[in-house]
């Protein structure tokens, strides 16, 4: 909702004369569109339809939010106040009750304007028409007031996106690389009781709270294969498309997505979060490049819930993703530690906890960048990655792209990563997923580095998910460490003078669960609370419903996109920068400690 720091940003331009005619006047049409704009429908009788139902929730939206941020502003303006001085607190406060006086004469004018559709009933029971879009007057009276709203619609969570879907960014849309800001709506509320916004508040909390067990509930194996409707679907598919075309801007069915973001998905990378903190404990340079190399094929299994191939949803540009791993076997760290506080997680449990953070910042290419890290023993992880996916016939080819840099800040070392491409093979029958390519783990301090190659399986004969790797060092062009197995199964090592073990048996390794805010404590971009009515309608086999949700995101974006393309607003990253040809989290674990 509203913090102290949104406060003050908004008492320096409202006070101090910041923000320009300009900016005012853009953030007044932001929060006439959040009233006034119905969303995109694709013919007139969906319109006709829409039209009433939307113009009910958006005033109950208004009324609510509206009740809401009188409370909050007024716990905001006596904190803030604490840091100025007598004159600007009390300049402040009558800047707060002009606003509230005015936004609450704002809604009470817009009951009484009139809806080009004809007379409607709005929340409060008031009849009331409205127009379809009026222009500001700049000479009446209107225009103060829609003055006064833009300080409403900046302070209401300008951080985050609303349930409606209006501001998404279309992963199948086409977009200049970090051209566009994603610009914040208001949450829709289906009812507001009047003057009950504590109550209010909790069955909203209910009610997003209610998706949280289309989460938590274990994946089991959809080992079905497709049926006859879906197998039309895939047939016309195909028929748009060639081998070797890139299908970054070719939508997919949506039966064959599975029930997360792709964020989620690189968080499951840590689902061992015990072997990846043992990187960090090993005592010698060779020692931690075998951990490292252990983690890392320990790593892939974690991430395919089932033997059929499934696609997470594709992150809209500022969707985010939070998480924590308890570490096994690792005693509780500190839990009031500034640095957990100050982290991009702090509610995580303590010091010792692994924290993930993601967040999809760039369109096209669709990069996604992510950071780790371990406070107790000063582990960082940063990742940028885009996908790039082509057609090969009866299989689909994703490329990862990117780097990713392993540094242990205790030990001054980096380790660069790369990772395999994914094919989901026999699209036309029951998918499943393979990995194959050649990638590396090096240490440019050390000299130790790891080649790992997954190798497909051959049209005949061969077996599937198969691995070969060797570790060695820049000094000795003989590997002193062989490694060969499934990655999904079990994979074993032969070191120098012959000792072989067994390397990494998965079977044998507890998947440890990720830990994530409820959906009602989260961001309105993160990607649970982004996704729910999708993941809730995949998760009762409601295909249809789960379409028609994917489908009012893509219809949202559209509008959404012209929208900006007429302001020429610019998206900023919230969580990341980017550095070269990379993104780095803003506020990494080095930097809070000074190491």
Not at 435 to 451: D, M, R, S, V, Y
Not at 479 to 498: D, R, T
Not at 536 to 562: C, G, P, T, W, Y
Request: charged fraction near 25%; glycine fraction near 6%.
């Amino acid at each position: 909702g509203i913090n102290a720091e949104y406060g003050k940003q908004w008492y320096q331009r409202r006070v101090r004369g910041a923000a320009d005619a300009d900016d005012r006047d853009r953030w007044a049409r932001s929060l006439e569109e959040t009233i006034y704009r119905p969303p995109a429908l694709n013919n007139s009788e969906n319109a006709s339809r829409h039209n009433i139902n939307d113009l009910q929730r958006k005033l109950a939206e208004v009324n609510g939010y509206l009740s809401l941020l009188e409370e909050t502003m007024s716990g905001m303006v006596q904190q803030v106040s604490v840091e100025l001085d007598p004159s600007d607190s009390a300049q402040l406060e009558i800047c707060n009750n002009a606003m509230i006086s005015s936004l609450h004469d704002c809604v009470e004018e817009m009951n009484k304007l009139e809806f080009s559709a004809g007379k409607v009933t709005n929340a409060t029971g008031v009849k009331a028409v409205m127009p379809e879009h009026p222009a500001p007057n700049n000479n009446s009276k209107d225009s103060n007031v829609v003055e006064l709203a833009e300080e409403a619609a900046e302070d209401i969570d300008s951080g985050s996106e609303s349930d409606n879907s209006d501001a998404f960014c279309s992963a199948d849309e086409e977009f200049d690389e970090c051209e566009v800001e994603a610009k914040p709506a208001v949450v829709v509320l289906e009812s507001v009781p009047s003057k009950e916004i504590l109550e209010l508040q909790k069955a909203s909390d209910n009610e997003l709270d209610a998706y949280n067990q289309y989460y938590d509930v274990k994946e089991e194996e959809d080992d079905v294969v497709i049926d006859q409707s879906n197998n039309s679907v895939i047939t016309h598919l195909l028929s748009q498309v060639r081998i070797g075309m890139d299908l970054t801007r070719i939508p997919l069915p949506t039966f064959i997505l599975e029930k997360r973001s792709l964020l989620e998905m690189y968080a499951e990378f840590l689902a061992h979060p015990d072997i990846f903190v043992d990187i960090a404990q090993r005592p010698t340079p060779k020692d931690r490049m075998v951990a490292a190399v252990r983690w890392y094929l320990s790593a892939f299994h974690a991430g395919r819930r089932g033997s059929v191939a499934k696609k997470p949803y594709n992150p809209v540009l500022g969707e985010t993703f939070k998480c924590y791993f308890d570490v096994p076997g690792m005693l509780d760290g500190d839990q009031s530690s500034p640095v957990v506080k100050n982290g991009p997680c702090p509610w995580a449990k303590s010091s010792s906890s692994l924290v993930f953070i993601a967040e999809q910042v760039s369109h096209h290419p669709p990069v996604s960048a992510f950071y780790v890290e371990h406070p107790d023993h000063n582990i960082e992880v940063n990742a940028s990655i885009w996908t790039k996916s082509k057609f090969l016939g009866l299989s689909i080819g994703v490329h990862m792209i990117g780097d990713t840099v392993l540094t242990l800040l205790d030990h001054g070392e980096e380790y660069h990563v790369t990772f395999p491409n994914g094919y989901g093979r026999s699209i036309l029958t029951r998918p499943w997923v393979e990995l194959g390519g050649k990638c590396h783990i090096n240490c440019p301090q050390t000299g130790f580095n790891a080649e790992i190659e997954f190798l497909c399986k051959p049209f005949y004969g061969g077996s599937r998910h198969t691995l070969t790797g060797t570790i060695s060092h820049v000094a000795n062009n003989k590997p002193f460490c062989k490694l060969s197995g499934e990655w999904n199964n079990v994979m074993h090592a032969e070191f120098e003078g012959g000792k072989k073990e067994v390397f990494v048996d998965i079977h044998s390794i507890p998947i440890i669960k990720k830990l994530c805010l409820p959906i009602s404590k989260q961001g309105e971009w993160e990607s649970r609370r982004l996704w729910r009515h999708v993941t809730k309608a995949l998760a009762e086999n409601d295909v249809d419903a789960a379409s028609n949700e994917k489908f009012s995101i893509e219809e949202h974006q559209r509008d959404l996109r012209k929208m900006r393309e007429e302001t020429g607003e610019v998206h900023k990253q919230t969580l990341f920068h980017k550095d070269g040809d990379n993104w780095l989290f803003n506020n990494p674990l080095s930097q809070r400690k000074g190491l």
